[in-house]
């Protein structure tokens, strides 16, 4: 069920480069971005690997584990530019969380009640919030906007 993961793993090692590339973020920055398999966030900025540190999560939310990333990166890791980066065409924005619970128990009767997925049919009201969460905490060292990605042109939007 894996063998064709480790098939690509064989043929990425076999050039693989990146042994001396430190732990710190090379560029300053944090990307929070969602999970869709339609964003690749180093390539939407032109950077390369090792130039941020990328956290993704449902909507690209800032779920309490990311904000955690964030706090330990902008004092340990090298960030001190933070991006959350929204998308066009997010599932995570066509609902609230009781939608999207909702369409997961009619896919396959998998009960997520009580579960807080962070979805909200306000794109950008949630992403106001979350950008301002992280500058108004005091253990953030890192300047912080908000942008949307348009996944039909390839370009972003600074919004806050």
Request: proline share 4%; hydrophobic share 40%; net charge negative.
């Amino acid at each position: 069920m894996f063998d064709d993961l480790m098939d690509g793993n064989a043929r990425y090692a076999e050039s693989f480069s990146l042994a001396e590339l430190p732990g710190q973020a090379a560029r300053g920055l944090g990307i929070v971005c969602c999970m869709d398999c339609r964003l690749d966030p180093l390539a939407i900025f032109d950077l390369k690997v090792g130039d941020a540190k990328v956290l993704r999560t449902p909507g690209g939310r800032l779920t309490p584990d990311a904000h955690i990333g964030l706090v330990v990166g902008s004092h340990a890791l090298g960030i001190d530019r933070i991006v959350i980066l929204g998308h066009t065409k997010c599932a995570m924005a066509s609902g609230d969380d009781a939608s999207v619970i909702e369409k997961v128990r009619q896919a396959d009767d998998t009960d997520l009640s009580g579960m807080r997925i962070g979805s909200t049919p306000d794109q950008m009201a949630g992403l106001r919030y979350d950008v301002e969460v992280l500058r108004q905490d005091p253990k953030v060292a890192a300047e912080v906007c908000g942008m949307i990605y348009d996944v039909s042109t390839g370009r972003v939007n600074r919004v806050c």
